[in-house]
C-alpha cells in the first residue's frame, strides 16, 4: 500500500497563497488537464477538470476529493432559516431558486470538491403517473401503491424535460455557480430501491410487500423495474446534458436482497443503465452507493460502474481488495463520527485515507450526515480533508 504524507490541520495555512484557500475564487489548480467529452459542453466555465473527476479517472492527484452525502440539510442553520419560510420538502426540491440555493449552501461554507443537486429520489415519480408527496415526521407517502401488471402499465415512462424542468435549469446554473473548482453532481434512485419504495407505499422495514411480489408475481415486479430502468437512463443523460459532471445512482434498498435476488431484481437493471448512458455519454462518471452492501460488494462492479460507494461496516482496505484495481471507491466514513472529538474525527479521516490507497478514492460518509450534527465538526472534517497530501 502507498504510504501518505498527512499535513496536520494547525499546520494548515488557510491563506490567499495556501494551497486551498477558503475562497476559490481565483484558484488555479495544480493539476492542469483537460479530459474531452460531451457532458454540458455548451455551459461555459472554467476548462480546468475539477479534482474529483481527475481522481475518478486515475490520474495524479495530491489528495482525495471530498463532499459528503447530504451535505446540503438540516444540520446547517441557513437550512433551518430556509425551511421555516418554505415548510414543503417539495417546494424546496422542485423550485429552481431554493435548490440552487440550498445547493450551494455547503459549497459557500466548506467548498467541497463535490456540489450535489438537492433533490430527492423521488422525485420523477409524479412525471410517471405515480402520485406522492414527502410529509415531515413521515416520509413518502405513495397514495396510490400498485399491485397488479395493470396497475403498472398505467405507470408511465419518464421524460425529464417535461416532468421536471426545474433539474436541468438548476443544474445549469449550478454549473456556472461553481465554475469547474468542484464538479456538479447529479443523482436518481436505482430500479429496486424506486420500485420498494413505491410499492411499499413509502418506507419500509421489513419489505414485505416488495418480496411478496419479487417471489409470487415476479413478472409484475419486472415489468415495473424495466419502466424504472428506462426512466432512469433518460434521466441521468438529461441531468448530464444539463450540467452534472457525474452521476450518483442510490440502490438504498438492494442489500435488502439475498445474493441471488439482488442479482435477479437488481443488479441486471443497474447494468442496463450504465450500459445504455455509457454508449451516449462515454465520459460520465457514474458512482453507485447501496448502504449495507458488505454482502454484495463483488458484485457491484458487475453494473460497470466506475465508482463504488461504501459504508462504514466495510474496511476500506478489505473494500479496496474486494472490488479491484478498474474500479473507484467512494467514502467510508461512520456518519456517527462527526459527533466525535475533533482529535477523533482527524484520526478516522486519515486511518480512512490511508487505508484506501493512493488515488482513485473519493472521500465521503458511509451514509449521508445526521440531523443534530454540529455544523463545526463537518468544517472540521473538510478542513482536514482538504490539507491531506498523498
Known amino acids: 500500500m502507498s504510504s501518505c504524507i498527512?499535513?496536520?490541520?494547525?499546520?494548515?495555512?488557510?491563506?490567499?497563497?495556501?494551497?486551498?484557500?477558503?475562497?476559490?475564487?481565483n484558484f488555479k489548480p495544480k493539476i492542469c488537464c483537460s479530459v474531452g467529452g460531451t457532458v454540458a459542453e455548451p455551459i461555459a466555465v472554467n476548462a480546468i477538470e475539477p479534482l474529483l473527476l481527475d481522481a475518478v479517472r486515475g490520474k495524479e492527484v495530491e489528495r482525495p476529493p471530498v463532499w459528503l452525502m447530504r451535505q446540503a440539510g438540516r444540520y446547517m442553520k441557513s437550512y433551518q432559516i430556509l425551511?421555516?419560510?418554505?415548510?414543503?420538502?417539495?417546494?424546496?426540491?422542485?423550485?429552481?431558486?431554493?435548490?440552487?440555493?440550498?445547493?450551494?449552501?455547503?459549497?459557500k461554507v466548506f467548498q467541497p470538491d463535490g456540489v450535489i443537486l438537492f433533490s430527492d429520489i423521488l422525485t420523477p415519480l409524479s412525471g410517471m403517473n405515480i402520485p406522492f408527496d414527502i410529509i415531515k415526521g413521515k416520509g413518502p407517502i405513495i397514495f396510490d401503491p400498485p399491485k397488479t401488471l395493470t396497475d403498472v402499465e398505467k405507470v408511465r415512462e419518464f421524460i425529464p424535460e417535461e416532468s421536471v424542468p426545474y433539474v436541468g435549469e438548476a443544474l445549469t446554473i449550478l454549473r456556472k455557480e461553481v465554475n469547474n473548482q468542484a464538479?456538479?453532481?447529479?443523482?436518481?434512485?436505482?430500479?429496486?430501491?424506486?420500485?420498494?419504495?413505491?410499492?411499499?407505499?413509502?418506507?419500509?422495514?421489513?419489505?414485505t410487500k416488495i418480496k411478496r411480489l419479487a417471489f409470487a408475481e415476479p413478472k409484475i415486479l419486472h415489468s415495473l423495474l424495466q419502466k424504472f430502468a428506462t426512466s432512469m437512463t433518460k434521466y441521468i443523460r438529461y441531468q448530464a446534458d444539463n450540467g452534472a459532471q457525474a452521476v450518483q445512482i442510490f440502490d438504498s434498498w438492494a442489500t435488502e436482497l439475498s445474493p441471488v435476488d439482488f442479482e435477479e431484481f437488481s443488479l441486471p437493471y443497474l447494468k442496463q443503465i450504465v450500459d445504455a448512458v455509457k454508449t451516449t455519454h462515454p465520459d460520465l462518471p457514474l458512482i453507485l452507493y447501496a448502504s449495507g452492501s458488505g454482502g454484495l460488494l463483488e458484485r457491484l462492479p458487475l453494473t460497470g460502474v466506475d465508482v463504488v460507494s461504501l459504508d462504514w461496516t466495510v474496511d476500506m482496505a478489505d473494500g479496496r481488495r474486494r472490488l479491484g484495481p478498474n474500479v473507484a471507491i467512494q467514502g467510508n466514513v461512520d456518519p456517527g463520527v462527526?459527533?466525535?472529538?475533533?482529535?477523533?474525527?482527524?484520526?478516522?479521516?486519515?486511518?480512512?485515507?490511508?487505508?484506501s490507497g493512493k488515488g482513485k478514492h473519493i472521500l465521503n460518509l458511509g451514509h449521508g450526515i445526521k440531523v443534530g450534527t454540529p455544523e463545526e465538526n463537518v468544517a472540521h472534517f473538510f478542513e482536514v480533508a482538504k490539507g491531506l497530501r498523498y
Request: aromatic residues 12%; glycine residues 6%; charged residues 20%.
Open 6 to 25: 498527512y499535513s496536520s490541520l494547525s499546520s494548515l495555512s488557510i491563506s490567499s497563497k495556501s494551497a486551498f484557500p477558503s475562497s476559490r475564487s
Open 83 to 107: 425551511c421555516e419560510k418554505h415548510p414543503s420538502f417539495r417546494e424546496r426540491s422542485e423550485n429552481v431558486d431554493l435548490v440552487v440555493e440550498i445547493s450551494l449552501q455547503p459549497w
Open 183 to 207: 464538479a456538479v453532481l447529479g443523482f436518481v434512485g436505482a430500479p429496486f430501491t424506486l420500485a420498494s419504495y413505491v410499492v411499499e407505499g413509502g418506507s419500509s422495514k421489513n419489505f
Open 338 to 355: 462527526l459527533f466525535g472529538t475533533k482529535e477523533f474525527i482527524t484520526n478516522r479521516i486519515n486511518d480512512t485515507v490511508k487505508k
